[in-house]
């Protein structure tokens, strides 16, 4: 049973482009959520999709946009880098039905740095 | 709204010794509270979980318990293993209807267990 993947595992961008991070949820998941992890403090919640749409947002300006395809898995695209922007980004995935479970399975995440 | 405040680290300790790690909470409603435990270049990995006021989640030898009264979720271990050197996150969820269930996370005590 594959859990959570993502990819690429790092990624080296200049402020200013725009990058694009991937995640194939765990199998029989159908939720995708988004987090931002900045060195040394925990994850902060980006966005949800469920259903294809954008469900829940968190406190992230609009540079930061999603998908989420027919197969449930999901792109974080995020434009016009900051520096600020390095950090973890870790992708969890959940079965909607399941949604009173309260759980979510982390895949190991993609390193962006920006330079 | 919704917060989770972790004891600061970096937390020290010789093999086994006991461990606590002090989590509160502020939260709106009725959140499930959960420890997840990230080592070095991974993703999170869920340790224990508790749904409702009193439960007590446990594995791998760690235990929580949920106080309402307190708003408290500590994390123990009667007795480390160098392995358990990772760093821990103290986190909340609430399952809020048509918008999905949001996790809101501390910001993590690194643990480092010597021989």
């Known amino acids: 049973d594959a859990g959570v993947t993502q990819s690429p595992t790092h990624l080296i961008k200049t402020r200013g482009q725009q990058v694009t991070l991937r995640c194939s949820p765990k199998s029989g998941h159908d939720t995708v959520s988004w987090y931002q992890q900045a060195l040394g403090q925990g994850p902060q919640f980006i966005f949800q999709y469920y259903e294809e749409e954008e469900r829940q947002r968190g406190n992230f300006p609009d540079r930061f946009s999603g998908h989420q395809f027919p197969n449930y898995s999901s792109e974080l695209n995020v434009n016009a880098l900051l520096l600020g922007d390095s950090a973890l980004y870790l992708c969890?995935?959940?079965?909607?039905?399941?949604?009173?479970?309260?759980?979510?399975?982390f895949g190991p995440g993609t390193r962006l740095t920006v330079l | 709204g919704n917060s989770v405040t972790q004891m600061e680290g970096p937390v020290t300790l010789s093999e086994e010794a006991f461990l606590t790690i002090n989590c509160t909470y502020t939260a709106t409603g009725y959140p499930s509270l959960f420890w997840y435990v990230q080592y070095p270049g991974e993703g999170l990995q869920l340790l224990l979980k508790a749904t409702k006021a009193d439960d007590k989640g446990s594995n791998k030898g760690f235990e929580a318990t949920y106080r309402k009264e307190t708003t408290s979720f500590h994390l123990e271990k009667g007795s480390v293993q160098v392995s358990d050197s990772a760093v821990y996150f103290c986190a909340l969820s609430e399952s809020l209807s048509n918008t999905g269930n949001q996790f809101y996370f501390g910001t993590g005590t690194s643990l480092t267990v010597i021989p």
């Open positions: 969890a995935s959940s079965l909607e039905r399941a949604r009173l479970l309260n759980e979510q399975f």
